[in-house]
C-alpha cells in the first residue's frame, strides 16, 4: 500500500471538492484496502488528503517551486559607501 498510517492531528480546514462517481467508487475501495491493511478505518476526505499529500511532496518540479518560493529574497548589492 502506497498510503502509510495516517497519525497526523493538525488542525485542519473544510474545502468541498466534486469528483466523478468512478473515482468516488475507487476511493471507497481504497477505504477498504486501508482498513483491512491497517485494521482501523479512515474517512475519504482524510484519506483523500494523505493522497494529495504524497503526490505533492513526489513532484520534484512542484518541490523546486515551492523551495524557489519560499526562499528569502536576495539582498541588495551593496553600491558605494555615501560620503
Known sequence: MKLGKVTSNEAVERVAFTFKKGTVEDLKKY???????????????????????????????????????AAPAAAPAAGPAAQ
Open 31 to 69: 477505504q477498504a484496502y486501508y482498513q483491512a491493511t491497517y485494521g482501523e478505518p479512515i474517512t475519504a476526505g482524510h484519506m483523500a488528503e494523505e493522497i494529495l499529500k504524497a503526490f505533492m511532496s513526489g513532484d520534484k518540479d512542484f518541490q523546486k517551486f515551492v523551495a524557489k518560493v
